[in-house]
Antibody, heavy 119, light 111 residues
Framework: QVQLVESGGGVVQPGRSLRLSCAAS????????MHWVRQAPGKGLEWVAV????????FYIDSVKGRFTISRDNSKNTLFLQMDSLKTEDTAVYYC????????????WGQGTLVTVSS | QSVLTQAPSVSGAPGQRVTISCTGS?????????VHWYRQVPGRAPELIIY???DRPSGVPDRFSGSKSGTSASLAITGLQGEDEADYYC???????????FGGGTKLTVL
């Protein structure tokens, strides 16, 4: 079955960096777009970034452009999110998510990893 | 403020029917992009319950149904059960932002 396991979350000071990883299994990773979606404490879901199956296309929400970088290693079935210049408002649970297909939705989610940006 | 608008809460008694609405604009739902729905129990990851406006993934009971018209979409749940208590989010794609967008979520309470 499909499994997405995030890692790399933790507590970090404002202005510092953190790199999230997502290990995927149970499907042909190189054939699917992948996403990062976050949820601040007590808030709703927010799309952060998306990467195409072959990494040729990436998109970000405005608030993380220039600070976050989504990437993937199809040889290792792993998705990444490099987060630089972190701000307190980036505090959230970050979910790795698998694209469901051409209709732009998520059909599988990881369990999430908590990122806390605090001095 | 979310790009898609949902009522913060809705409630219903066991066995009843409830609907959750989602309103967008001409750059997302109104542009013809599909609407999808997710259910999230607090402390857990979201799960897909409706995709492509009205299709159900395998394993989702037919008590859940979705529809779309113009710039809005709806999720209907019939035969309400206690286990349906959760937060429900609608989602679409926005051509102006070039990324997926969510509603703010609707908390369903089963009385």
């Amino acid at each position: 079955q499909v499994q997405l396991v995030e890692s790399g979350g933790g507590v970090v000071q404002p202005g510092r960096s953190l790199r999230l990883s997502c290990a995927a299994s149970g499907f042909t990773f190189r054939s699917h777009g992948m996403h990062w979606v976050r949820q601040a404490p007590g808030k709703g879901l927010e799309w952060v970034a998306v990467i195409s199956h072959d990494a040729t296309n990436t998109f970000y929400i405005d608030s993380v452009k220039g600070r976050f970088t989504i990437s993937r290693d199809n040889s290792k079935n792993t998705l990444f999110l490099q987060m630089d210049s972190l701000k307190t408002e980036d505090t959230a649970v970050y979910y790795c998510a698998k694209s469901g297909g051409g209709k732009y939705y998520v059909d599988y989610w990881g369990q999430g990893t908590l990122v806390t940006v605090s001095s | 403020q979310s790009v898609l608008t949902q009522a913060p809460s809705v409630s219903g008694a066991p066995g009843q029917r409830v609907t959750i609405s989602c309103t967008g604009s001409s750059s997302n739902i109104g542009a013809g992009y599909y609407v999808h729905w997710y259910r999230q129990v607090p402390g857990r990851a979201p799960e897909l319950i409706i995709y492509g406006n009205s299709d159900r993934p395998s394993g989702v009971p037919d008590r859940f149904s979705g529809s779309k018209s113009g710039t809005s979409a709806s999720l209907a749940i019939t035969g309400l059960q206690g286990e349906d208590e959760a937060d429900y989010y609608c989602q679409s794609y926005d051509s102006r932002l070039s990324i997926g967008v969510f509603g703010g979520g609707t908390k369903l309470t089963v009385l």
